[in-house]
């Protein structure tokens, strides 16, 4: 039976069946097994778009004033394009990132079909769809959709996978692939890292415009990932972190305005965001992931003259200060009556700032979260910063200065971390990383 006959329906639910070997397959032994086959069809059949709803019925949701219309019906294209989806798309209002640890027992077979199955899943959850068969609902089916976005909307849904450095190790034969800037994180100033929420193999970020429809997506890879990949550690957010066209740059929980001299264009993305690291990886990125706590009660009765200071801008307006508008260029050499310097040298935005980095700039696309009260009755809030760059290096060099110097570090906690490499997407009829085990 040829591949093309073999062909499921995309509508069957995608199955997971033994691996043949511990070794990896080539990509035509891989669609010959019975999960390669399921995962063909359900790549062929995802690249379709979610069926098109009249003016009159497309949902929407309500938007602050000088904001855009949120068009639910709206589907992120997943399959054939340069870059995975969810990097320089227009941030979402929330999205759900969690890590995954890959089993001892897991085998290069097994990471090679979790990441054809788990592409094949994105491809038609991004598009409207759910995965296989949504009733009847089979507990015992591990490749069957969970159920909780049926009627939903496709929200602008995009699922962004990253490859953690233990993916590149000995242990599955990729040692040779793994793209040269990657590396696990050193220890950095302001560091109080907890083991629960640092490393992992994989990263998925899930960004939509309904919570529902990126949990649910978290919800079924993980599902999908059974025994081969284990959740490592998750965090729900809320609040998208930088402006597309006719947004108002978003607050953090400090009610500060967060994106400001972002990534923007073109041309810096790339200049600072893609990288051509080897054949593979040419067109992928580096993530880092960042869970900071903010410590609410102490930040909360501080003035706000001194929280002006302590980033750098107006906390109304986000104008740095000494300027009027949010995107004024900050003068960092002005003096005030006294002599003394306008914007503290000492500020986050002064410390981060391009001008005072070399020109460094990575993109930022973070988001705010929630986890209720900590032990001590006291609120456990703050940022899940997502960060993309071409080189991991910028982010440490940025951090160890800001973790040494920041006047922010009063009022925060870097308590998670993470880097992932995130290839880039695949083609129609092909799956995420499929080079490497080629």
């Not at 063909?40 to 709803?53: K, Y």
């Not at 640890?101 to 788990?118: C, E």
């Not at 592409?119 to 038609?124: D, N, V, Y």
């Not at 034969?173 to 992992?200: C, H, N, Q, V, Y």
Request: proline content about 7%; aromatic content about 8%; some cysteine.
């Amino acid at each position: 039976m040829t591949e093309q006959s073999a062909q499921p329906d995309p509508a069957e639910p995608v199955a997971l069946t033994e691996p043949p070997s511990d070794k990896g397959v080539s990509r035509r032994r891989f669609f010959g097994t019975a999960a390669g086959t399921a995962v063909a069809g359900a790549l062929v059949g995802a690249g379709g778009t979610a069926a098109a709803l009249s003016a009159e019925t497309r949902p929407t949701v309500a938007t602050a004033a000088g904001d855009v219309d949120i068009d639910l019906n709206q589907a992120v294209p997943y399959f054939d394009q340069p870059h995975q989806a969810g990097i320089s798309t227009t941030p979402q209002r929330h999205a759900v990132y969690a890590t995954f640890t890959l089993a001892d027992a897991a085998t290069k077979t097994d990471l090679q079909t979790l990441l054809a199955r788990w592409t094949a899943a994105i491809g038609q959850l991004t598009q409207g769809k759910t995965i296989g068969q949504v009733e009847p609902v089979r507990p015992d089916a591990v490749g069957g959709d969970t159920g909780e976005a049926y009627g939903l909307f496709p929200a602008s849904l995009t699922v962004t996978v990253g490859l953690g450095p233990g993916v590149f190790t000995d242990r599955f034969g990729l040692a040779s692939f793994r793209p040269k800037a990657l590396a696990e994180l050193p220890r950095m100033p302001g560091d109080f890292l907890e083991p629960g929420l640092t490393g992992g193999d994989l990263s998925v970020q899930a960004c939509a415009d309904d919570p529902q429809v990126a949990y649910h997506a978290v919800h079924n890879l993980a599902r999908m990932a059974a025994t081969v990949a284990q959740t490592h550690w998750m965090v729900l957010g809320f609040g998208r972190a930088s402006a597309g066209p006719g947004q108002q740059t978003p607050r953090n929980l400090m009610g500060f305005k967060d994106g400001t001299r972002n990534v923007t264009g073109d041309a810096e993305f790339d200049r600072f965001v893609w990288t051509d690291d080897g054949d593979w990886f040419a067109g992928g990125t580096y993530q880092i992931a960042r869970k900071i706590r903010i410590t609410m009660e102490t930040w909360d009765v501080d003035r706000i003259s001194d929280q002006q200071n302590v980033f750098g801008r107006t906390k109304d307006e986000g104008a740095p200060l000494g300027a009027k508008a949010e995107h004024d260029t900050p003068d960092f050499a002005a003096t005030d009556g006294d002599g003394k310097p306008v914007i503290s040298p000492y500020s986050h935005m002064a410390m981060a700032a391009p001008e005072n980095n070399n020109g460094t700039k990575i993109l930022r696309r973070a988001y705010n979260y929630t986890d209720g009260l900590n032990s001590q009755g006291l609120l456990d809030a703050g940022l899940m910063f997502i960060a993309y760059m071409n080189d991991p290096q910028h982010f440490v060099d940025l951090q160890s200065k800001l973790g040494k110097f920041d006047l922010l570090n009063e009022y925060i906690r870097h308590i998670g971390s993470a880097v992932f490499a995130i290839p880039p997407a695949p083609k129609t009829g092909s799956y995420l990383a499929q080079a490497l085990f080629e």
